[in-house]
């Protein structure tokens, strides 16, 4: 198992859906910055996804360009 903790910025506001049997998925997009040589920063976008609703309580506080740190498990894109 992989796991990874991202530290950025929401660069939306959180997404909220249903899947077809009546799960819920909430998206966030997240903006991270790294650093290459001395004046250059490039921008990594980061796909998140929390499925059902156990963060229901906190996701409701955030919102575009909120600070956020996410730690859970990180899957190869299908």
């Given at each position: ?20 049997s ?57």
């Amino acid at each position: 198992m992989n796991f990874i903790n991202i530290a950025g910025r929401l660069g939306a506001d959180p997404e909220v859906r249903f899947t077809s049997s009546g799960k819920k998925v909430t998206t966030l997009r997240v903006a991270t910055r790294t650093r290459r040589g001395q004046n250059n920063d490039d921008t990594i976008w980061w796909r998140v996804t929390v499925w059902g609703e156990q963060y229901d309580k906190m996701i409701s506080f955030l919102k575009k360009g909120s600070p956020v740190v996410v730690f859970g498990e990180l899957h190869k894109p299908e």
